[in-house]
């Protein structure tokens, strides 16, 4: 058995695994300045209801706890912008299958690979662990946060999920991403809701449309406008232009299904709880529930004009 684990080979089995790129970071605690940014956040309420982003802290600041003996972390990031139309205004990243599914089979693969090339042992995560994601792709050498706190990888953009393999052998690192955002300050004008920080110190999920529409429960707050969007919020993505040239996903799960493809306002507003699930059932969708959908389609409908559309445009006159 080899027990010298080559960053090549590595890279070639994680696009086997479909990652579009892979970076290496060396497990460690997670750095003083990086963790005190996001105890001020949490401090601010900017986390609104999502109080499970405050337990773990522990965990939090070393992926070791995760899996004792974690030496490495393989940080894959897999494309998924499609450019297929929907009659719905939903997020890109949930108009195929559920990331999490997708993206944890697909890790699963590489552990595979991996531990039958070179031994010990794997956990992955995705999304669902108390993991500093952002933080880690970024020590990787996978690609660097913008204004809007999103990853963006450098000649790829930010339509990425972030998958992470821990593992417990030791591999040389990457050198962590040196390039920068642009600051162009796109991402804070094209934010229907005000909800990032200028500076990038923060995004107010308490505003962002895709907390509201998707994490929020109950009633949405007085004089919520939605701007159309049903389920989700692209805008900041939509006009970085790291993402000018961005290309659809060779990843076929993430691509929408037809009954998505068909389903339109009127459809919603009659769905039925069991037509709900077998459209949504391996759907990231499902988080907010048909109440949710429908409680944020009212919400749409209520705030437009009545010479427009469902997505906003002027209806043409008779």
Partial sequence: MNCSPSARELRLMAADAGAARLGIAAAGTVDPE???????????????????????????????????????????????????????????????????????????????????????ETRACVDTAPLRER??????????????????????????????????????????????????????????AGAINPDGSAIRAERCLSYLTIEHRGDLPPD????????????????????TTVTPTPIADFHSGEDLRNLDTDALATLTPEKFNAIFRHSAVRRTKLTGLRRNLHAILGNQPRDTDFFGSQRKKE
């Fill in 34 to 120: 990086a963790a005190a940014i996001y105890d001020r956040w949490i401090a601010a309420g900017h986390h609104a209801s999502m109080t499970y982003l405050e337990r773990y802290a522990d965990i939090r600041l070393s992926p070791q706890l995760l899996l004792p003996g974690t030496r490495t972390l393989l940080v894959c990031a897999f494309p998924y912008y499609t450019d297929e139309p929907l009659r719905l205004p939903i997020a890109l990243y949930a108009r195929g299958r559920d990331y999490h599914e997708v993206v944890r089979e697909r890790l699963l693969q590489l552990s595979q690979a991996v531990t039958s090339r070179w031994g010990g």
């Fill in 224 to 243: 919520t406008d939605l701007c159309g969007h049903l389920y989700g919020c692209d805008e900041c993505q939509r006009v970085c232009p790291h993402n």
């Fill in 135 to 192: 933080y880690w792709a970024v020590r990787s050498g996978l690609g660097f946060t913008g204004i809007n706190n999103q990853l963006i990888v450098p000649g790829i953009g930010s339509y990425v999920f972030i998958g992470t393999l821990l593992w417990t052998v030791g591999v040389t690192p990457d050198n962590p991403c040196s390039d920068r955002c642009m600051q162009c300050m796109r991402c804070v004008s094209a934010c229907p």
